[in-house]
């Protein structure tokens, strides 16, 4: 079985004063790796047990448990990749050209994704994805993700409170804010975005290629 638990690609305490110590070895430590562990049993002796963790996300039904953990498993993973210490500020590359493009400018970015990742109403998370040509703002609800969708992740934000209550309290937006400003990782963005666009390029050549070995 090769589901484990990646490690943070940070230090614990280096998206401090942010998010502290003590939440990433809750979040990371508690949260993520129970939906690691939990993963592991639902697919233990089933076909998916040697799956990867996006082709078990991407063949369970939704609202499952399966499902839910799964899908938890992978959006953790993908979000602690969203921050870096240093991060925060405008965005860089190809995802600050189309974000000029489609809300046209870094301000009106924020207001717009502040908004959508402060009312989700529950839990759940807000994405950036790339949706075709363009990039869109998404909410997902609970374990749902644009992994199940032929929407691209470019980067997101957890805001179950799990994510943030012990250093924010219900103080969400001040979270938001602070992931914005201080930690969102663009290299990260504009690594999704590079692979989307070479997956496009491929799936384009194909049919080509097939022609020539006939």
Known sequence: MSLILPPLPYALDALEPHISRRTLAAHHGHHHAAYVEKTRALVRNTPLESASLDEIVRSSTQATPLFNAAAQAWNHAFYWQCMRPGGGGEAQGTVAKLIKDQFGSRSAFSQQFVTAAGDQFGSGWAWLVLDG??????????????????????????????????????????????????????????HNMSLATKTDVAREAEPSARSLRR
Do not use: G
């Not at 703002?137 to 749902?144: F, G, R, S």
């Open 133 to 190: 040509s363009r990039v869109r703002i998404i909410n997902t609800p609970n374990a749902e993700t644009p992994l199940t969708t032929t929407q691209v992740p470019l980067l997101t934000i957890d805001v179950w409170e799990h994510a943030y209550y012990l250093d924010y309290q219900h103080r969400r937006l001040d979270y938001i804010a602070a992931f914005l400003t201080h930690l969102v990782n663009w290299d990260f963005a504009n």
